[in-house]
């Protein structure tokens, strides 16, 4: 079975500072996908940033970039330059790779994050 | 382009009734999953559906079925309600020949039961 665990339940950053959210997950897969969500309190889960457990490059996507530890099966997220945008929950996420289609998510309880002016 | 749409926004049930839930996929898509996120919690995999059939299945009892449409639209349909049922329902649409793609989803449904 995954799991995936976010031992921060919540966290706070000044604007315009960087904060990094950890996330652990514990798998016997070797072929998987990891992933950071944001929900603001609109409740829609937007995604923020993928990676691929084979590559080992980090991803980034623009002021979002991930810490990817294969052999520590620790995946952060940091973000630069906050911006009060960014406040709402993060959830990590975990999926194991299908042959076809999409399995399922598996997430962290998350952490919320509060920008502050 | 038209992003995952769920109705209805919230829901008030009582305790024993039966409720469904309604999803539309993201234009182009033809995989539907659906989640429940109980309050300060991270959200928990129902089932998926793709052409028209259950194509996996969390760990949640029988009362919790689904369809889904040649439209690929899809309804999640709970009975016998308990109060453990109250939650966020989210509905999460992929395409199922890309493969390993990440979900999309929509604003949920916000489910009470009293």
């Known amino acids: 079975a995954q799991t995936v665990t976010q031992s921060q339940p919540e966290m706070s950053v000044q604007e315009a500072e960087t904060v990094t959210l950890s996330c652990t997950y514990d798998?016997?897969?070797?072929?998987?996908?990891l992933f950071w969500y944001k929900q603001p309190p609109s409740r829609q889960m937007i995604l923020v940033i993928r990676?691929?457990?084979?590559?080992?490059q980090n991803a980034t996507e623009n002021r979002f970039s991930v810490n990817f530890q294969k052999a520590a099966k620790s995946f952060s997220l940091k973000i630069s330059d906050s911006q009060l945008g960014d406040t709402a929950m993060y959830f990590c996420?975990?999926?194991?790779?299908?042959?076809?289609?999409?399995?399922?998510?598996?997430f962290g309880t998350g952490t919320r994050l509060t920008v502050i002016p | 382009d038209a992003g995952v749409t769920q109705s209805p926004t919230h829901l008030i049930k009582t305790r024993g009734q039966q409720v469904t839930l309604r999803c539309s996929p993201k234009?182009?898509?033809?995989?539907v999953s659906w989640y429940q996120q109980a309050l300060g919690q991270g959200p928990q995999f129902i089932f998926q559906?793709?052409?028209?059939?259950?194509?996996q299945r969390g760990n949640f009892p029988d009362r919790f079925s689904g369809h889904q449409y040649p439209n690929y639209s899809s309804e999640l349909n709970v009975n016998a309600l308990l109060l453990g049922d109250s939650a966020l329902y989210l509905c999460?649409?992929?395409?199922?020949?890309?493969?390993?793609?990440?979900?999309?989803f929509g604003d949920g449904t916000r489910l009470s039961i009293l």
């Open positions: 798998t016997s897969e070797n072929n998987y996908y």
């Open positions: 996420a975990f999926m194991k790779h299908a042959t076809t289609g999409a399995n399922n998510l598996f």
């Open positions: 234009s182009g898509h033809d995989t």
């Open positions: 990676q691929e457990a084979y590559k080992q």
């Open positions: 559906y793709y052409e028209e059939e259950e194509r």
């Open positions: 999460a649409s992929s395409l199922l020949v890309r493969g390993n793609q990440p979900q999309h």
